[in-house]
């Protein structure tokens, strides 16, 4: 099973910018779906983006070409990159793996979790 580590989260003011990174242990090869997912103070874990192994993301319509997922096959790292940040983006955000699924847009099938890294934005 993969283990993923995130980090890249902080504290930005409106308007700025975050880059997360993951680190999927062992390799991204062991994966068929890669995600990543948040969760705000009070409210449900929602999907940002989802992607097949080396395929293109998918985002949730909020995004609105705010946040751009990628992946580093050699490094084994998962990006999101996040321009624009506003106040209702803080969350914790999360990467997530599935090693089986063929659906990635199933927020069930994945089954390997990091720990999180808190993305704060102030007003």
């Known amino acids: 099973q993969v283990h993923l580590v995130e980090s890249g989260g902080g504290s930005v003011q409106a308007g700025g910018s975050l880059r997360l990174s993951c680190d999927v242990i062992?390799?991204?090869?062991?994966?068929?779906?890669l995600g990543w997912f948040r969760e705000g103070p009070g409210k449900e874990r929602e999907r940002v983006a989802v992607a097949k192994r080396d395929g293109d993301p998918s985002y949730s319509d909020w995004v609105t070409g705010r946040f751009t997922a990628s992946q580093d096959n050699a490094k084994n790292v998962l990006y999101l990159q996040m321009t624009n940040l506003q106040p209702e983006d803080t969350a914790m955000y999360y990467c997530?793996?599935?090693?089986?699924?063929?659906?990635?847009?199933?927020?069930?099938?994945?089954?390997?979790w990091g720990q999180g890294t808190q993305v704060t934005v102030s007003s």
């Open positions: 997530a793996a599935a090693e089986t699924c063929v659906d990635c847009s199933l927020d069930w099938c994945y089954g390997a």
């Open positions: 062992p390799e991204i090869q062991r994966a068929n779906c």
